[in-house]
């Protein structure tokens, strides 16, 4: 298992780039975020960050001779030279134009117009540059340090010191429905917004952890932490914001927002689930609004709809092969009385007056199969709470 930082969307399929651990392969490849196929990169560098514009996936790192690689598909990498050897740790796509931020270096920021040919540009200030975002016709970045931790620039070419709303530490930053919104590690108030990059204003983030990824998607903020309880949150507005329950807690680092769904990447863990779906030739529902995957071996969690994303154990027993099933396992579900399917596909989930709190029944209305511990359980939208 590699460590895994970042996570783009782009050509019907989801790239997640790493840093070896364990593993040969610094990129994995999905096209539903679901199973995953790992990647030969041209360079085994620490990728800390991709990338999705202009017909391809363009992703830097912060070790290496060559610290830009580029994909048409996200399966077949090229090796580029940057500007400079920096750590590249942020890079995004806009107007026609690639920028990369770095952590250090004499030039913090490089641009490119086609992913291949890249050019050093002066940083607003010397700060950690970690993240960077595009929309409504200018360049933000973030940083974790400094005394404007903001820059801004119409072209990725000159930049514009700005004060952030709080002396955080910020490490992302995205852009959705008319604003940039930021999260922090550190600080009061880790949430911060801003309509145009230039006047910003702090939010408070749901708990007290250190938020490390974020991003939107139909309708939904989405943002991701390394530890806490509940190491997601969720906002509709990118100012109120509520903590979400993940199950396996591990170090998330990365989201993005594609082909209808979240999907984070993680650079730790090791406890191992299932989706709640079957495969595909076996009978069972769609994968529609509360469908929910995580896929353990390399660490990538999943939900169908920004509302809510839950883990969930390993389940002993098999949802489309009843016949390996000797017993019962875990399973989660969305809360809702009828919730779900038998492991033989046919009978729904309800719940009973007698089932224990977490526990759920598999009964069809008169015979019961089993119970079955649910990790956690969530009322989908418009049910309450």
């Not at 919104?181 to 408070?204: E, F, I, L, R």
């Not at 509709?236 to 329950?245: E, K, L, V």
């Not at 594609?258 to 993680?266: E, L, S």
Request: proline letters at 6%.
């Amino acid at each position: 298992m590699n460590n895994w930082y970042s996570v783009a969307y782009g050509a019907g399929v989801f790239a997640t780039v790493g840093v070896l651990q364990s593993g040969t392969h610094n990129v994995i490849t999905s096209p539903d975020g679901v199973t995953w196929t790992a990647r030969s990169v041209p360079e085994a560098n620490s990728w800390y960050a991709v990338t999705y514009g202009g017909g391809q996936f363009v992703a830097v790192a912060g070790t290496g001779t060559n610290r830009v690689m580029t994909s048409p598909d996200g399966m077949t990498w090229t090796a580029r030279a940057a500007a400079q050897a920096n750590t590249w740790y942020g890079v995004a796509y806009g107007n026609g134009v690639y920028v990369a931020v770095a952590r250090d270096g004499t030039n913090r920021v490089m641009t490119s117009p086609d992913g291949i040919t890249w050019t050093a540009r002066t940083a607003a200030e010397a700060n950690t540059w970690v993240g960077v975002a595009y929309g409504g016709g200018v360049f933000v970045a973030v940083s974790q340090d400094g005394t404007h931790r903001v820059m801004t620039s119409p072209d990725g070419l000159t930049w514009t010191a700005r004060p952030a709303a709080e002396a955080n530490s910020w490490n992302a930053i995205t852009y959705g429905n008319g604003q940039f919104v930021a999260v922090a590690s550190t600080g009061t108030n880790k949430v911060m917004t801003s309509p145009d990059g230039v006047t910003w204003t702090a939010h408070a983030a749901a708990g007290t952890n250190a938020w490390w990824a974020v991003a939107y998607g139909n309708g939904m903020y989405a943002a991701v932490s390394q530890a806490g309880s509940n190491p997601l949150m969720t906002s509709p507005d990118g100012i109120n914001w509520t903590s979400r329950a993940v199950t396996p807690i591990t170090k998330w680092d990365g989201v993005t927002y594609g082909n209808g769904k979240f999907v984070a990447v993680a650079f730790a863990g090791s406890n191992r689930a299932m989706d709640s779906s079957c495969p595909a030739g076996c009978s069972a529902p769609d994968n529609n609004a509360g469908t929910i995957i995580y896929n353990a071996d390399h660490h990538v969690m999943q939900y169908c709809n920004g509302a809510d994303w839950v883990g969930m154990g390993r389940p002993t027993i098999d949802p489309c092969n009843p016949a390996n099933s000797p017993s019962p396992g875990q399973l989660c579900i969305d809360g809702s009385v009828y919730a779900g399917i038998s492991p033989d596909g046919s009978v729904p989930m309800y719940t009973t007056s007698t089932d224990a709190p977490g526990t759920y029944t598999w009964n069809n209305g008169s015979i019961t199969d089993f119970y079955d511990t649910m990790t956690h359980c969530q009322n989908p939208p418009g049910t309450g709470g």
